[in-house]
């Protein structure tokens, strides 16, 4: 009976001895790093395609830019994509580093700047800096596309007067960014494209202004 009991105990010790070998070895598994898919981008201003003329630049203008609004479905993390008339494509691992409304507020405004020569910029919630500025308001219906096709911009602007408020311009715009090559990247480049062709728009009916 002792011989049988000290087996039992040499099999209990080696089986528990096994299972925590097995055991340790799981964990072990389980928290190895892991790579992360996910990859970040942004939108950026762009170069103006040819040198302004001095005589469009206006340096005395003050602007004040209010938050550029964006479609619901384009308020997430990921980058959505149209490759469908009606049809969008959400991509889990392909994601904005900012919100995107604000980042389309920044680009415009800067690029906006840009095309008028001025450095008196304001952006929302900023716009009480200059009191003499013009109020810049967008409003964008659709920013997207396909990879390897194009992207579409259409939005809806206002240009007023700062201090009462008084429209100077109300217009609709519609702009087509041609994507070369079928990756993200290109994608956001063509982004940042459209929304700089819409910054020249936009100061060039201000150049025509009084």
Known sequence: MKTHSVFKMKNITAFLALFGTLALSGCTGLFEPRSDPSRYYVIDTIQPEKPIPAAELRPALAL???RVQIPAYLDRTEIVLRP???RLAV???ELWLEPLGKACTRVFSQDLAAQLGTERLAMEPSLDIYRDALQVQVSIL???GALGNEITL???WRVATYADGQTLIVKDSEIKVPVSLANYASYVSGLSQALGKLAEEVAGEI???P
């Open 64 to 66: 004040s830019v209010s």
């Open 84 to 86: 469908e008339a009606n």
């Open 91 to 93: 991509r889990d691992t």
């Open 142 to 144: 659709q920013l997207d």
């Open 154 to 156: 259409r939005a809806r």
């Open 207 to 209: 150049r025509k202004l």
